[in-house]
């Protein structure tokens, strides 16, 4: 059963602290992503990544950054959280050249920033 | 202005009802369409996927696309209890769906009741 998994399902730290989500996915898949979903605003790209060490931003990267050192697991940084960065995050992965549009999603880590 | 914009809801409906769920979208440059079910603390999975206008069946599930009118929906006949979920309708440029960087609606929630 294909899987991505996502280290921490619920998360609270406070205003100005470092947070690292970790994602790992066993599909050996080129493609990883990292998006946050928000009430009212559906899913939203932060960054996503073709390749290993390679990176590009997405729609809201302002405030997050990510590391990808190893095919398999894609990390995303918050290097000084805020509360408006209390969110879910949702980490997803596809392989490359594949047409259907279809991305693999982890359950999700909810962050509470105080 | 959203580039793709969905009626969030909620919608409620009895068992065995018809839904229609609808997104319309400001870009004419997308070409592939999705749509995604998510179940309450899971992540998104694909639903169905199709990239020309017309009608695409699945079993109970209909997606429909209206490229001319930037208009997709999906229908869901004899709707079940099991369908109670997050729909985000999801779509991308040529291209775009090879990396797997798609563009997501808000999310309707749907309640189907016995």
């Known amino acids: 059963d294909v899987k991505v998994t996502q280290s921490s399902r619920y998360l609270v730290k406070r205003t100005g602290e470092k947070v690292f989500l970790e994602c790992v996915q066993d599909m050996d898949h080129e493609n990883m992503f990292w998006y946050r979903q928000d009430p009212g605003l559906g899913l939203r790209l932060i960054y996503f990544s073709y390749d290993v060490k390679m990176k590009e931003k997405g729609d809201i990267p302002e405030g997050y950054s990510v590391s990808r050192e190893k095919k398999e697991r894609f990390s995303l940084i918050l290097e000084s959280a805020s509360t408006n960065q209390t969110s879910m995050y949702l980490c997803?992965?596809?392989?490359?050249?594949?047409?259907?549009?279809?991305?693999?999603f982890g359950e999700g880590s909810r962050l509470t920033v105080l | 202005q959203k580039e793709v914009e969905q009626d969030p809801g909620p919608l409620s409906v009895p068992e065995g009802a018809i839904v229609s769920l609808n997104c319309t979208y400001s870009?004419?440059?997308?070409?592939?369409f999705m749509w995604y079910r998510q179940y309450s603390r899971k992540g998104p999975e694909l639903l169905m996927y199709?990239?020309?206008?017309g009608n695409k069946e699945d079993g109970r599930f209909t997606a429909q696309v209206d490229k001319s009118s930037k208009y997709i929906s999906l229908f869901i006949r004899d709707s079940q209890p099991s369908d109670s979920a997050t729909y985000l309708c999801?779509?991308?440029?040529?291209?775009?769906?090879?990396?797997?960087?798609?563009?997501f609606g808000q999310g309707t929630i749907l309640t189907v009741h016995p």
């Open positions: 199709t990239y020309s206008s």
């Open positions: 870009n004419s440059a997308f070409q592939y």
């Open positions: 999801a779509m991308s440029f040529p291209g775009g769906t090879s990396y797997g960087k798609l563009t």
């Open positions: 997803a992965s596809s392989t490359a050249g594949a047409n259907t549009g279809e991305l693999f």
